[in-house]
């Protein structure tokens, strides 16, 4: 019997809890058989002849005694206790029944037995604790007689963060019970600051510190609509907590009233900073001056064309055939050059363009509330107010961003996006799983291999990739070839490449078409 307690114990716990426990028990056993031996040696001289019944008497003595034991319940909370960085915190513990705890074991321990956060014996017992605790840590023992045995941690760190035990102990029956404890900073008020001028507007940055865990950041207008940003940025600094740097481009008459959003999930808190920009701030162009400069140089260009024609007239005759010959012969060469690079980047085209060409069409299902799609879920376009539509799992409702129908696990694939001119807007692939709640990062870690346009052409690398050109193009192709694990971009005007994501960049599960719509943008899938 005692190898059987044993075993049951030091599955419960560690060796030394069940030697403790084990020892307690049978000690108490030991003081009963004392006391129920005297009446067994009273029940065996008045039976002497038949021993039975007074083994039968011992046994039910026992058994009522081990009946008579408190018996209880530990009890604690079934959600997480959240504790800001730097104050108090308090985990809740309590007996079911309630009773008297005041000369029971009150232990609480990290995830080993002997990993003390917290010794109770009839007073504090602080040989074990946990240097990191030490001086740190508080039983209520107001509440003790009424079973309570909750437990105070004071300067709450970063490291407190986890699971805690709550063990209680009375003589041989003991319970325990496991909560969490979660740990959570509000950072600094939001700092917007305009960092200047930008693609015809004014580039604003917001930036804050001292978050933890990871913040949610958001640019809201007047009105509380999602603002989509230029870029945005997360770090840690040396004391553990996070720093965020987020910009956006502000157009006058669009969104001069708007705000930066900081909000911290586990406190479900939020901070706030709002701003004004008054329309002097904004470039503006001085039609008198530029017709000026523009009549100069056509004046000061039709001077200079008539004395170098007056120079070159006659002397030079000679010179100028040979000039002409010249350059009649370097702009043949160019010619050739210009067939054989086109040719190259044809052949090339053709060796990395996908075999099927796929007729994608857009999920309903997936996109952002402001986003308008088309009858024929070919094109989609930024919406004048945000659609009662349902929240469903796979919706975006951060992100205006929408998913195709088809998916792909194999083969190559390509399909055409038209973008027209102007505004903000990405255009790639994302993987099936892509998160599609709260703030995306734009980037392969996400799940998301793009493209994007916002004043700047750039590929959507982490950290982002500029592309050389000046001018987004009127058409993309997009080239999926999942065998591979490879995605390219390619100008459908000039058959010019864009950018390739490299080989193996794609994970192998199913990669859908994926597209960014921002204020004033269209998009459209091409037949």
Not at 67 to 77: D, K, N, R
Request: net charge neutral; with cysteine.
């Amino acid at each position: 019997m005692r190898g059987e307690w044993m075993r049951i114990l030091e599955n419960l716990g560690t060796r030394e809890r069940a030697q403790n426990c084990s020892k307690a028990y049978f000690q108490d056993v030991s003081d009963q058989v004392t006391v129920k031996m005297k009446i067994l040696s009273f029940c065996h001289s008045s039976r002497a002849s038949s021993p039975l019944p007074g083994f039968i008497v011992f046994f039910l003595i026992c058994y009522v005694h081990r009946m008579e034991s408190a018996q209880f319940t530990v009890i604690g909370p079934h959600d997480p206790v959240t504790a800001i960085l730097g104050q108090e915190a308090v985990l809740p513990c309590h007996l079911s029944p309630r009773m008297s705890a005041a000369n029971m074991e009150v232990r609480w321990f990290r995830s080993e037995y002997l990993s003390i956060v917290h010794l109770y014996r009839g007073k504090d017992q602080y040989d074990g604790q946990m240097p990191q605790y030490q001086g740190r840590t508080e039983l209520l023992k107001a509440g003790l007689t009424d079973g309570n045995v909750s437990l105070r941690i004071l300067n709450i760190r970063r490291s407190d963060e986890g699971q805690y035990h709550c063990f209680v102990q009375d003589d041989t029956f003991y319970e325990e019970t496991v909560l969490e404890l979660r740990v959570a900073d509000l950072g600094s008020a939001p700092l917007i600051s305009v960092e200047g001028h930008q693609d015809g507007g004014i580039r604003m940055v917001c930036r804050s510190a001292g978050w933890y865990p990871e913040p949610e950041v958001l640019w809201k207008d007047l009105s509380g609509r999602h603002l989509p940003s230029l870029s945005e940025t997360k770090s840690r600094g040396n004391n553990g907590l996070f720093e965020t740097e987020t910009a956006i481009i502000v157009t006058e008459h669009a969104n001069q009233n708007l705000s930066c959003c900081i909000r911290n999930t586990f406190l479900n808190q939020e901070k706030e900073s709002a701003v004004y920009i008054a329309d002097p701030f904004f470039p503006r162009v001085n039609s008198w001056m530029v017709a000026l400069s523009v009549i100069l140089v056509v004046l000061f260009g039709f001077i200079g064309l008539t004395v170098y024609l007056f120079k070159i007239k006659g002397k030079y005759q000679r010179e100028k055939y040979t000039v002409y010959k010249d350059k009649r012969d370097n702009e043949i060469s160019k010619l050739h050059t210009e067939i054989g690079k086109r040719d190259n980047e044809i052949r090339w085209r053709r060796s990395v363009a996908p075999i099927e060409e796929a007729n994608v069409t857009l999920d309903p299902d997936t996109a952002y509330p402001e986003l308008v799609l088309s009858e024929d879920r070919k094109s989609v376009r930024w919406g004048d107010t945000r659609q009662h539509l349902p929240d469903n799992p796979e919706r975006f409702d951060t992100e205006p961003c929408v998913l195709g129908c088809e998916g792909f696990t194999s083969g190559r694939h390509c399909w055409e996006v038209e973008v027209g001119d102007g505004g903000y807007w990405a255009v790639g692939v994302a993987r099936e799983s892509v998160r599609r709640k709260g703030w995306i990062s734009r980037s392969p870690e996400e799940g998301i291999w793009a493209v994007e346009w916002g004043g700047q052409f750039q590929a959507l690398t982490s950290p982002v990739t500029s592309l050389p050109q000046r001018r987004a193009p009127s058409r993309i192709r997009v080239c999926l070839d999942c065998d591979r694990g490879q995605v390219t971009f390619i100008d459908a005007g000039d058959e010019a490449p864009i950018f390739t994501f490299p080989p193996g960049s794609i994970p192998g599960e199913r990669i859908q078409p994926w597209l960014r719509v921002g204020p004033g943008s269209r998009l459209r899938l091409c037949p």
